[in-house]
């Protein structure tokens, strides 16, 4: 899950984003620590485990767990690079900052800012196709495409609605997605407690090969493992609305990958202990799966409900951000200003939308949710090997506060785990990278005429 963000450096702005300050309009800082922490958690938990974690399963067999934990690690490891950025620097824009500031090139500060906001569409997209899914399917049995293409529009239709109506329902909805995975744990526990379970399930690695074969499964499940811990580094565009944010952000993110990181690698060894991984990789629930076999009278209907929440909600504000996104790269002039064009009255970025539902929609048709939660993943793991550079680089930018500096080794790990991961080293589908180079090439095309456009202005 994210956090909107309509501030985007760009060429205009050497420096990054324009100071609130100078126009008098600085945002309000009103975010502590506590509510800091949970908008991390809130940002992170989603549709990823909610939808992936039988496809991990079929990946690696049994042992579900070790994906998780080595996505873990490599998540931690970013997030310091992001403490220390964050820390140093500020201000809203996240990686798109950082890049700008390290390598200042317009073209790569782009390519970085439509990579996260095309990471969102892909994620929104897969919550989409969860939606329409097992969980779904519990309640009635639809076509799933036209269940998803109505899922993406009935989100549009919400976002140009107004962002206090989708924020309003995000609080809602991230209380019950929380709640659902504890009750996963707690079912899990309960299971063990009266014998149920099998233990030896948990070393069982099966990813269809010996050898090499295994090494390329196991990074491609934690590849796609990774998708459920994307969010995190859009807590740092919450910088300007949080009190004392060079303090209180090391921690926060720290706590907040760490809680689910810890509720992730729970969940995954719950759901192997009690379901086989065939069972498992062939389900859109995975979760719901693990409530049948838990054998207690929790009542499915209600967990699969809970669920269709969790994946609304990381749809809904994928979808949030990237329209900001969008709007905010146009205000830039990075993309055609027209993009920049809000609704009358509602004062919502209506081509923005526009723009992203189109493409959301064009996921939804031509995807499904492991390869549109791998193409997430894979754009994600690419902006975090740049910024994990960017890190190093940008050392030698001295700033007059004092700010956390992560060990000069982990942001060199989290560059080379996370283009390890990006690789095709990892087990990873052909059509992740044919769709992630299509996204790619329709961003570098709108930034073509951009350029057309303003050049001819200038003339």
């Known amino acids: 899950m994210r956090t909107p963000s309509t501030d985007t450096p760009g060429p205009a702005d050497p420096s990054g984003p324009s100071d609130p300050n ?97 990471s969102g569409l892909s994620s929104a997209s897969a919550a989409a196709r969860a939606f329409s899914g097992d969980y779904l399917r519990t309640f009635a049995d639809l076509p799933p495409t036209l269940v998803a293409v109505v899922f993406v529009l009935a989100l549009a239709a919400l976002n140009l609605r107004g962002v206090a ?16 995975l504890l009750i996963i744990i707690g079912l899990g526990v309960a299971a063990v407690w009266t014998g149920g379970g099998e233990p030896a399930r948990l070393a069982e690695l099966d990813t269809g090969g010996t050898g090499f074969a295994v090494l390329t499964g196991v990074l491609g499940a934690t590849g796609l493992a990774f998708f459920a811990f994307v969010g995190f580094e859009d807590s740092v565009n919450m910088a300007e609305e949080t009190r004392n944010p060079g303090r209180n952000f090391p921690r926060a993110i720290f706590l907040g990958v760490g809680i689910t990181g810890t509720v992730y690698v729970l969940v995954a060894l719950v759901s192997s202990l009690l ?16 409530v049948h076999a838990s054998g207690a009278t929790f009542p499915p209907a209600v967990f699969a409900l809970m669920a269709l929440c969790a994946v609304t909600n990381s749809a809904l504000i994928n979808m949030m951000m990237a329209s900001r996104l969008c709007y905010g790269m146009a205000n830039e002039r990075i993309l055609p200003r027209a993009v920049a064009r809000v609704l009358p009255g509602r004062r919502t970025p209506v081509v923005g939308i526009a723009l992203t539902t189109a493409l959301a929609l064009g996921l939804v048709l031509t995807g499904e949710i492991e390869g549109l939660g791998d193409t997430t993943a894979f754009l994600l793991l690419c902006v975090f090997a740049v910024v994990n550079v960017a890190v190093l680089v940008l050392r030698r930018d001295r700033v007059p506060h004092r700010h956390f500096r992560t060990p000069t080794v982990f942001p060199v790990l989290g560059a080379a785990g996370a283009l390890v991961l990006a690789s ?19 961003g570098i095309a709108l930034w073509g005429v951009n350029r057309l456009v303003l050049r001819a202005r200038e003339e």
């Open 165 to 180: 109506e989708s924020v309003r329902a995000n609080v809602v909805l991230t209380v019950v997605e929380v709640s659902g």
């Open 275 to 290: 379901v086989d991984h065939h069972r498992l990789q062939e389900s859109s629930a995975p979760l719901l799966e693990v």
């Open 22 to 118: 100078a126009s008098g309009t600085s945002l309000r800082r009103a975010i502590g620590p506590g509510l800091l922490v949970l908008l991390v958690v809130g940002d992170i938990l989603g549709t990823g485990v909610y939808a992936v974690t039988g496809k991990v399963a079929g990946k690696v067999g049994g042992a579900l767990w070790l994906p998780f934990v080595i996505g873990f690690g490599i998540a931690a490891l970013t997030a310091a690079s992001y403490v220390e950025l964050v820390g140093k620097y500020p201000k809203a824009a996240g990686a798109a900052l950082y890049t700008h500031k390290a390598f200042r090139v317009p073209f790569l500060t782009f390519l970085v800012a439509f990579m996260v906001m095309c």
């Open 424 to 442: 095709p080293l990892a087990d990873r589908a052909v059509e992740v990278y044919v769709r992630a180079a299509v996204l790619v090439v329709i």
